[in-house]
């Protein structure tokens, strides 16, 4: 592609008046552009485009050879996608990801992100429109489009309150997504709501209960319902680390009494249109963790004589346990019941407990990302790597007495063999 130029469509060349003058627009810009003719063959246009004053001609003549200097040109009539329409168009590519979470971005970006771009083009929406939205969100000021329960029609308004930081990064994410996809299909340069500024997020702190916290509540939690089931449910995430939709979805041949060990293959997840299904866990990583003998003895008598493929923890009427619904009905009540509702406690904070407590009796981290199901350990490192005792005093124990216990083994005379009989670190040799 030709550098962009001007050129004054009022003055011929030898600076007199042309036919021109006087007449519509005086500055027009003008580019040549390679595009795919006839049998995808490429071929070359002139292309124009006029302005009253010559400054934003110029302005404009600019954006267009830094844009083709750095190869991000795009043709002027590929921004006009409305935002609307490829926002479906991304949405619809999306089957990579889990039926929630694509139900997810179908409620933000009918309910937060079409209600501040949707009447606007990719190629019309800037990064300053975007950094005032989300400061908008964060205050409470954006437009929104809630379902009104009355009618189920869609009713647009503003937010009543401000979003939460995190939910605000949800959103963000969201239109961040459709216009990435703008910018791969050739209809914009950049992506305008890249590296935007989001508010800040301050990460809740870690419940930890102690055995006897652990065990208040899950008594509280039958004593809500006057059923065991609720009192073991507790009990399994407290000690366990599983999610509450994977515990649900635990089925009775999920677990090995025998061998103490329970199989978490599935979670309870919402389809694209909101509905309630299982899926796999998250991470998509299925797992096995372990049981403690008490919580063999509760299992056992909560499954004898039930199906292979029926629930672990059943509904009072039957069918698997709604987490929802549980966690109002039965952990908030039980949690105020034991005394605990002033720590924040939700039934996806019994994990931290489970963590803490298989840390306490001794297992590492590997042990520790099995039984939670991180991706890595990475991520069990940040989150309870605080837990782990101090051993720098035991390591350098230990060194003190391997150094001595080796350095025993050398003749008494001067001679000092070429290496020790066994490696300083074990398994492998010095010049391993």
Request: aromatic content about 6%; hydrophobic content about 40%; proline content about 6%.
């Amino acid at each position: 592609m030709s550098r962009a130029f001007i050129l004054d469509r009022w003055v011929k060349k030898d600076r007199t008046p042309s036919a021109r003058h006087g007449v519509g627009s005086r500055w027009q810009v003008q580019w040549d552009e390679t595009a795919p003719g006839p049998g995808n063959t490429p071929v070359k246009r002139r292309r124009k485009k006029d302005f009253a004053r010559k400054v934003d001609a110029q302005t404009y003549a600019d954006e267009l050879n830094n844009a083709i200097r750095s190869g991000t040109y795009r043709p002027p009539e590929a921004g006009n996608t409305p935002f609307r329409d490829a926002a479906e168009r991304w949405i619809s590519t999306r089957m990579d990801v889990k039926g929630s979470t694509l139900h997810r971005y179908r409620r933000e970006l009918d309910t937060y992100v079409l209600p501040q771009f949707g009447h606007l083009t990719v190629g019309h929406i800037s990064r300053a429109d975007v950094e005032g939205w989300v400061s908008a969100l964060a205050k409470g000021t954006a437009p929104v489009a809630y379902i009104n329960r009355d009618t189920g029609e869609r009713v647009r308004g503003t937010l009543k309150q401000p979003l939460a930081p995190t939910m605000v990064k949800h959103v963000h994410t969201v239109a961040s997504a459709v216009l990435t996809w703008a910018v791969d299909n050739n209809m914009i340069p950049s992506n305008p709501a890249a590296r935007v500024k989001r508010p800040r997020i301050t990460a809740a702190d870690p419940v930890y209960l102690d055995h006897r916290e652990l065990d208040a509540l899950a008594r509280a939690a039958e004593g809500v319902t006057g059923s065991a089931t609720d009192r073991v449910l507790v009990l399994f995430l407290g000690y366990v680390g599983a999610r509450i939709g994977e515990a649900t979805a635990l089925r009775v041949s999920d677990v090995d009494l025998t061998a103490r060990r329970a199989f978490i293959r599935a979670t309870w997840t919402r389809d694209p249109y909101g509905k309630r299904a299982l899926g796999a866990p998250k991470t998509h990583e299925r797992r096995t963790v372990p049981l403690t003998g008490f919580l063999v003895d509760e299992l056992r008598a909560l499954t004898a004589g039930q199906a292979a493929d029926g629930f672990v923890f059943r509904a009072q009427r039957g069918g698997a346990i709604d987490d929802h619904n549980w966690r109002i009905r039965v952990f908030g009540p039980a949690a105020a019941d034991a005394g605990l509702v002033h720590r924040g406690l939700t039934p996806h904070k019994l994990r931290h407990t489970a963590a803490s407590a298989a840390i306490a009796a001794g297992a590492d981290v590997m042990v520790v990302k099995q039984m939670l199901g991180h991706a890595d350990a990475k991520q069990t490192l940040n989150t309870y790597s605080h837990l782990w005792p101090d051993r720098l005093d035991e390591v350098a124990d230990a060194m003190e007495q391997a150094r001595t216990r080796h350095l025993q083994l050398v003749p008494s005379g001067d001679e000092v063999p070429q290496k020790c009989p066994t490696p300083i670190l074990g398994g492998e040799s010095e010049t391993a």
